[in-house]
């Protein structure tokens, strides 16, 4: 279900690929084109009084250069992280961060009704054999992640976050720093 775009008359796959033309644009012109960016927006807009989507400021060299160090700096930054979204999707690898934005909507979720919900659409999503979207975990993390998900609660995705964490921050990180996307940044 898409959310936040519940008004809208078009299926989640028509605003997907939009956001990916639109995204595609951005990384092509990045100075003309950053008013369509479109960020995620947790909350559903209301049909009678729809909220305008927040502008996402290219950011400064300066605060770009620190992305090369800190993953999570980079992460924080909603330009940063349409960018490195982006770049991982052009090698189809976008499930860790896909996984990783889940697991921080996750860690939000006040009603444990809702929590056993998302965290089963997680598992199935990320963690189980043969997931559309299977993350690369060890044993023992699927392991414990499996066992704390008998009983949901906020942490229940904390030891295979952090493995993808640092498997982005080892892996992700450096191949996107040498890539166009970020040296785009650069100039």
């Not at 008004?7 to 028509?14: D, F, K, T, V, W």
């Not at 930054?77 to 990783?100: D, I, R, T, V």
Request: aromatic share 8%; charged share 35%; net charge neutral.
């Amino acid at each position: 279900m898409c959310k936040g775009l519940a008004a809208l008359p078009h299926s989640c796959l028509e605003r997907a690929k939009e956001i990916k033309i639109k995204l595609g644009t951005l990384l092509q012109k990045p100075d003309s084109a950053i008013d369509l960016v479109i960020p995620y927006n947790e909350k559903p807009e209301k049909p009678e009084k729809p909220e305008k989507p927040a502008k996402t400021q290219k950011p400064s060299l300066e605060e770009a250069l620190q992305w090369r160090d800190s993953l999570d700096k980079l992460l924080q930054n909603n330009y940063g992280l349409a960018s490195f979204k982006s770049f991982l999707k052009s090698e189809f690898s976008e499930e860790n961060l896909e996984f990783w934005i889940a697991c921080e909507d996750f860690k939000k979720t006040k009603s444990p009704a809702k929590m056993a919900e998302k965290a089963k659409k997680i598992y199935e999503e990320f963690i189980q054999t043969e997931a559309p979207k299977e993350v690369n975990i060890d044993h023992f993390t699927k392991d414990i992640t499996v066992k704390n998900l008998v009983e949901p609660s906020l942490s229940s995705f904390d030891v295979a976050q952090k493995r993808i964490h640092a498997l982005m921050e080892k892996d992700s990180l450096p191949r996107y720093v040498r890539s166009e996307f970020y040296q785009e940044l650069m100039k």
